[in-house]
């Protein structure tokens, strides 16, 4: 049996008793397998239990450091959140909620905790893009209080999976991970998802009362629970198995949560989609996003070295890598040209440019037009795991690129999602209200919706919004006021026929009511694909997609009109100056050609005056 270091340990000497190689060659993970007790795994055992990553890799790992990695560590309170990231998005056709839920507290984003999400909802609802840890592993102190105590007991917690991403080969698979989390056989997923074994049975139909070594009921064989039947194979002599780990994990292994795809009629055809010219270069994602021990994945933007406190972190964004940093502590850092990064020149372009973008807006995603693109994401679509049901116009609709400022105030492409949610106003914030309340509501007004065979891509109509408000001020406390909040739109309850749109002056929404954005750099696009490279009015023109691109609200029917936002309001810049100011650029040309003619005037005019003195002091001298 082993021992792993002490949680109440230091983490210093828990790092002093782990074995290291310090070497950068491969080590061979040759391995002896332990379960959740610490007791080694004997495959001829028909109750031998699923292999902990946490027990079998603790013993050269410190599992408790990496835990609090960026992957891992949504769930905890203290840690900086760094620049919004895309969220968990709670989806309820029936009810028109999309949710964007954080447990990192971005601006626009709901905790679980306000939603009436516990640990164990947000493993089940978004488990299928969870490499274990955080939701799926609270304390013991956590279990206890959970309404969900008994069933944690027998799925057991989701411990990290180490092999999501260090799997040096195709043997892991994510997607039967997700599979076996549905089923809540938590505990046993990172066992079945690499193949050491398969599982009989299911935690999620196992009794309350369930006892894993007593024999199955014959009355109730699917009570039975869940047993795994090892792959013997794979096991050596001594009951070891080889573990194909990669200290730099492929792109393919990133790409199970970070992957993204058009969607819509206009989506760009497969053979016409473009590949990130770093992953050309023959780079990988780690390269640049790059963590220690610790597993606080450095994520590449330009204010995280400030942010994080770690001056290394700078030399992993863009300027940092291309352009070095100015007070480097290693000449390799300070100059730049990582991985032999060229050094772009920018000839020409005022220095403007750099004080309001980010090296993202010119070389990042796809070209702009005029129609924000409609996308799915692995995170909230579920790409990555196979199935016949995914359409093209799921909800909720993401929409990109988006030109909007970012935390830092520089202007950046990124994604965007409108908001969908019931709840009461409590003085100038709304709280969400429980998905229970409000499906109880809903269905007593339009019962049809959750029917087998309902409309339920269709929005709510007018007329089922202003009942499903009664319904809630009805039920709610005295002195509460319910609303819906949908496309940038917020309707208030106010009396039994209809219902206030508030407010009118879209400014003074309220920031969880407002569209969500996110950041994106990916796919970067190379120098000679770059806005701007055929002059000015790839940008400033009178349609250039920076300023004049629009981003329709969900399309509604119920509402005629549905708002059209242009990317210049969502920046806040007056219409009239940036129509003035795209005009202006369309007739530069003719301006610059008079400008030439006019300098070509006083030359001539200049010249004639010199010729005149020139022809004077002639004179004098004879």
């Not at 959140?81 to 968990?88: H, I, K, L, T, V």
Request: proline share 9%.
């Amino acid at each position: 049996v082993v021992v792993p270091p002490s949680a109440g340990q230091d983490v210093s000497d828990q790092e002093a008793e782990l074995l290291r190689t310090d070497s950068r060659a491969p080590y061979v993970h040759r391995i002896t397998l332990y379960d959740h007790d610490g007791v080694v795994i004997d495959p001829e055992d028909e109750f031998a239990g699923p292999y902990s990553p946490r027990t079998t890799c603790a013993k050269c790992h410190p599992y408790a450091v990496i835990a609090g990695g960026w992957h891992f560590n949504a769930s905890n309170e203290g840690v900086a959140a760094g620049r919004r990231g895309e969220p968990w998005l709670l989806v309820d056709p029936a009810t028109g909620t999309q949710l964007p839920i954080s447990g990192r507290k971005w601006p626009g984003t709901f905790t679980p905790e306000e939603v009436g999400l516990s640990d164990w909802d947000m493993v089940m609802r978004f488990g299928h893009h969870i490499p274990g840890g955080g939701f799926g592993e609270p304390s013991d102190e956590q279990v206890q209080r959970s309404p969900q105590a008994v069933r944690w007991g027998i799925s057991g917690k989701l411990e990290i999976d180490c092999m999501f991403c260090h799997s040096a080969d195709q043997q892991h698979d994510p997607a039967e991970a997700a599979r076996q989390i549905e089923m809540e056989n938590f505990k046993w997923a990172p066992t079945v998802a690499l193949g050491l074994a398969v599982v009989r049975g299911e935690a999620r139909k196992a009794p309350d009362d369930w006892d894993p070594l007593m024999p199955p009921d014959p009355d109730f064989p699917e009570r039975a629970g869940p047993r795994l039947v090892w792959d013997k194979r794979r096991f050596d002599p001594d009951d070891r198995v080889f573990f194909n780990i990669t200290r730099r994990p492929p792109n393919e292994r990133c790409y199970f949560c970070h992957s993204f795809r058009e969607a819509g009629p206009h989506a760009a055809e497969h053979l016409a989609a473009s590949q990130d010219v770093h992953l050309a270069a023959g780079l990988l994602c780690v390269d640049c996003h790059r963590h220690g021990i610790d597993h606080m994945m450095t994520r590449g933007y330009a204010t995280e070295a400030a942010e994080r406190g770690k001056p290394a972190a700078a030399a992993f964004s863009c300027e940092g890598c291309h352009l070095g940093t100015q007070g480097g502590d290693e000449d390799a850092v300070s100059l730049g040209g990582r991985y032999g990064a060229p050094h772009p020149q920018h000839r020409g372009l005022p220095p403007l440019h750099f004080e309001k973008l980010t090296c993202t807006t010119c070389h990042s995603g796809p070209w702009p037009e005029l129609y924000a693109r409609r996308y799915q994401t692995a995170l909230t679509h579920g790409l990555g795991l196979a199935t016949r049901e995914r359409e093209e116009d799921d909800p909720p609709e993401i929409v990109g690129p988006v030109f909007a400022r970012q935390h830092d105030g520089g202007i950046a492409p990124q994604r965007l999602v409108w908001p969908a949610f019931w709840g009461r106003l409590a003085g100038e914030q709304i709280e969400p209200l429980p998905m229970e309340t409000v499906r109880q509501a809903v269905v007593s007004v339009a019962p049809e919706r959750f029917q087998d065979e309902a409309p339920q891509r269709e929005p709510l109509e007018i007329e089922q919004i202003i009942s499903a408000l009664k319904v809630l001020a009805e039920q709610g406390e005295e002195g509460q006021t319910p609303v819906y909040v949908r496309d940038g739109r917020m309707y208030v309850h106010a009396g039994d026929s209809r219902c206030d749109i508030l407010p009118k002056n879209e400014s003074e929404l309220e920031p969880r009511a407002a569209p969500y954005r996110w950041s994106i750099a990916h796919d970067v696009r190379p120098a000679s694909q770059s806005l701007g490279v055929r002059g000015c009015n790839d940008c400033h023109d009178e349609r250039g997609p920076i300023f004049f691109g629009r981003i329709n609200a969900m399309d509604s029917t119920a509402n005629p009109g549905p708002p059209i936002r242009t990317m210049h309001a969502l920046r806040g810049e007056a219409p009239i100056l940036s129509r003035a100011w795209g005009i202006g650029f369309t007739f530069r040309p003719a301006f610059k050609w008079f400008g030439v003619v006019c300098v070509g005037l006083l030359a001539l005019v200049l010249l004639h005056y010199v010729l005149g003195g020139l022809d004077g002091l002639l004179r004098r001298f004879r």
